[in-house]
């Protein structure tokens, strides 16, 4: 399984940015993924994840995203999106997708993803 994430850039507060994971390898909608961020001098913080399709494609989102982010999947291909609207200074960092093969799916738990993607920057400036 390999993930290529895209899409990071920098934009002003309040801007939308929209961030794409491939995933290659895998069947359609057959693994739970999501989507990671790190900020400088910061550990991997959890943003939102959506679960495999015979599970219910279940989103799930931090607090902190809530509202702002969208993560959805893509009808016609293995990719995810993560759409992100009304961006502010503290959504800088670099933003990595992973998927889960495992069992049992746990959104927020970093450890439990198999496979990660090499991460896309985004910064967002006052």
């Known amino acids: 399984v390999q993930l290529q994430a895209s899409g990071g850039g920098v934009v002003q507060a309040g801007d939308s940015l929209r961030l794409s994971c491939a995933a290659a390898?895998?069947?359609?909608?057959?693994?739970?993924m999501g989507w990671f961020r790190q900020a400088p001098g910061s550990g991997r913080e959890f943003v939102a994840a959506?679960?495999?399709?015979?599970?219910?494609?279940?989103?799930y989102y931090a607090e902190s995203v809530k509202g702002r982010f969208t993560i959805f999947r893509d009808t016609e291909s293995t990719t995810i999106y993560l759409q992100m609207d009304s961006l502010k200074p503290e959504d800088t960092a670099v933003y990595y997708c992973a998927a889960d093969e495992g069992r049992k799916f746990i959104p927020s738990m970093s450890s439990g993803y198999d496979y990660w993607g090499q991460g896309t920057q985004v910064t967002v400036s006052s």
């Open positions: 390898g895998v069947t359609y909608g057959s693994v739970d």
């Open positions: 959506i679960s495999r399709i015979r599970s219910g494609s279940n989103t």
